[in-house]
């Protein structure tokens, strides 16, 4: 009727193996996973870490860009500044005659005049209007000129 006492201890060991080989399985297979869940943390850190990075780098470029279009700005508001200085020292040659106008433009107004008074001279007031004029056309070439080294300026800027 009962097995032999040598049987029930084989079996014992039997169910203690099977036991102790599943629970074995069982951590391994839970090691397993907990190593899955460190290399995917630790990818995600090293993502997330690159990412940070990237964003710096993005930031770092985009604010040293700001200061350089703020650079060029602040020359292109110089050389105005300059230009409206230059401007008035022309009008102010003219008036003091340091200064002459081309006689290309001296004809113009002459043109003007009725056939025996185009041989005068042109009036002060036609003079000092003359001396605003060329003051506008050496202002506007001038502001043209700085507006086109600001623009170029800033496209090099961009380009780097």
Known sequence: MFAAPWKL?????AVLAVIA????????????ISDARADKAESERDSARAEVNALKGARDIEQ??????????????????AIET??????????AGNLR???E??????????GTAASASISDDQAQRGAEIAAAI????????AQLRA????????RR
């Open 151 to 158: 623009c170029q300026a800033v496209i090099e800027a961009d």
């Open 138 to 145: 050496v202002r506007v070439g001038a502001e043209s000129d």
């Open 64 to 81: 040293r860009k700001a200061k350089e279009a703020q650079a060029i700005a602040a020359k292109y508001e110089d050389e105005k500044r």
């Open 105 to 114: 433009l001296g004809a113009l107004y002459t043109a003007q005049l009725p």
């Open 101 to 103: 106008l081309r006689r």
């Open 21 to 32: 080989i599943g629970t074995a399985l069982y951590f391994r297979g839970d090691s397993a």
């Open 9 to 13: 201890a084989t079996y014992a060991l």
């Open 86 to 95: 230059e401007s008035a020292r022309v009008v102010a040659d003219l008036r």
